[in-house]
């Protein structure tokens, strides 16, 4: 049960709210001045305090400031005239969750205080997953502590020390980027460069010359030599994100390169060494692509030396607390606005079966936490998607529930029928 201190020097405002507010639950107790009040938040713990601006002794927005020093967790609402902005706009940057005008609609009051309490809740909710976040980044990029994602980080310490060829899969949005730069600056190369290609962004002719470079005349437009992406990832890591693009032809040209360790820039004649180690992505099944005649299976079997498997985000789903978490860190970062997020939609979110995976996680969480009120993520927020799903789910574990029942009712029947017939039996 919520604990609130009402704060007013007008007896009949304290002995509306006391009852009303007792009625919906609440257990609440008055004070008729800032001083008494105060004295009150010194012996006793408060979720909530309402409190008027005009106070006898010190004002409302005193108190709200003491009353906030002495329990961080008060979430404070104060009761202002008509024509007292100044004081309800100080109360707010001051930290009141918001500010109720008198006379006031009691309805709206109560939706007022509802919030202001879910507020406080999520907040400190919040604050645990937020102090569990900080100790839990893997390689400083990575968050979650399932286990298919520990097994992913103990395989990211094995290989990030040797030389192979890594191939990471994972439906798209999963964090393969993210696992190969985390390989990469967990490897003895950290100190050289990272280059990241995505194969499936460009038209084949760009991509070879991009990768291999060109010397000067070798096609119209190269007016002078120009290094590739190998040449300039040497000393540290290339990354070729969504392999599975590379037409054919390229294909052969770079399992070349995978053998001998050497490029021949376009329209070059000699052969240059270079010293890179590659990783690869991709979010399609490589093997079925083989089977098609898409991808040639000697450069599969090259590149995936070691493959790398990210699990998606529906088969981890212990890991979303800490990711929304981690986004909602973002967020603040990027808005120098702190939102959080409340019991029942971070339930939401584990229930929904993420398509997008992390990234859809995160843009989803973002959107809504722009649009959200009072800076809290309510159910009522979220997009219709999520609640969908939800409620399905919510649907189908009452089905079990029933069916469970209609199970046992059918078990119990069938007892006292054998008895019954044993019985008769017996009797005869
Ligand atoms: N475990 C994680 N912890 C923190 N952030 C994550 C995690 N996984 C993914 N992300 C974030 O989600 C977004 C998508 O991740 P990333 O780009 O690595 O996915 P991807 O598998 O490469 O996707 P695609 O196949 O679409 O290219 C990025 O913003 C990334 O920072
Ligand atoms: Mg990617």
Known sequence: MAKILIVDDELTIIEVLKKLLAKSGYSVSTCLNGNDALDKLKEEVFDLMITDVRLPGIDGITLLQRGRELQSH??????TAY?????????????????????????????TIQRALSYEMALAENEVLKSTLTANYHFDLIVGDSEPMLRVYRLIEKVAKTTSTVLILGESGTGKELVAKSLHNSSPRHDGPFVVVNCAAMPETLLESELFGYVKGSFTGANTNKKGLFETASGGTIFLDEISAIPLSMQVKLLRVLQEKEIRRVGGTENIPIDIRVLAASNENLEEKIKRGEFRDDLYY??????????????????????????????????????????ESLKAFMSYRWPGNVRELENMLKRVATLCENNTIQLTDLPEAILGSMKEKERKKKEQTDDEIDRNASKIFRKNINKVKKGYKDEK
Not at 74 to 79: K, P
Not at 84 to 110: Q, R, T
Not at 324 to 329: I, P, S
């Open 74 to 79: 008060l979430a404070i609402i104060v009761m």
């Open 83 to 111: 024509s007292d902005v100044e004081p309800a706009v100080a109360a707010m940057k001051n930290g009141a969750f918001d500010y109720v005008i008198k006379p006031f609609n009691f309805d709206e009051l109560m939706i």
């Open 302 to 343: 090259r590149l995936s030396v070691i493959p790398i498997e990210i699990p998606p985000l529906r088969e981890r789903i212990e890991d979303i607390p800490l990711l929304v978490a981690h986004f909602l860190e973002d967020y603040e970062k990027e808005n120098k606005q702190s939102v959080v997020i409340a019991q």
